[in-house]
Nanobody, 120 residues
Framework: QVQLVESGGGLVQPGGSLRLSCAASGSIFGIDTMGWYRQAPGKQRELVAAITSDDNTNYADSVKGRFTISRDIPRKMVYLQMNSLKPEDTAVYYC??????????????WGQGTQVTVSS
């Protein structure tokens, strides 16, 4: 079983910055992709950013140039640095990690979500 714990959300003014962190733990043998999704009220969950095992990154067009995803494989951590935040970035942000376990099974785990609110 794989668990994800997120931190770093909160209230920030437009133009401000936040850094989200996600720690993975459990029976992890290897990690393929780590990513961040978000879901605003009344909207579907959407991909914000993802990073693959060979360090390829993918960003939603709406966050390109403002958000940066990074990871620390030995610590099983993934981060999302969010700069120049806008009110439309307000959402619950979810960490997602995919990989394999010691039991030779695949996992696709989600965090509990952390609220990001951008408002003056």
């Amino acid at each position: 079983q794989v668990q994800l714990v997120e931190s770093g959300g909160g209230l920030v003014q437009p133009g401000g910055s936040l850094r989200l962190s996600c720690a993975a733990s459990g029976s992890i043998f290897g990690i393929d992709t780590m990513g961040w999704y978000r879901q605003a009220p009344g909207k579907q969950r959407e991909l914000v950013a993802a990073i693959t095992s060979d360090d390829n990154t993918n960003y939603a067009d709406s966050v390109k140039g403002r958000f940066t995803i990074s990871r620390d494989i030995p610590r099983k951590m993934v981060y999302l640095q969010m700069n120049s935040l806008k009110p439309e970035d307000t959402a619950v942000y979810y960490c997602n990690v995919r990989g394999g376990t010691y039991y030779l099974t695949d996992f696709n785990s989600w965090g509990q979500g952390t609220q990001v609110t951008v408002s003056s």
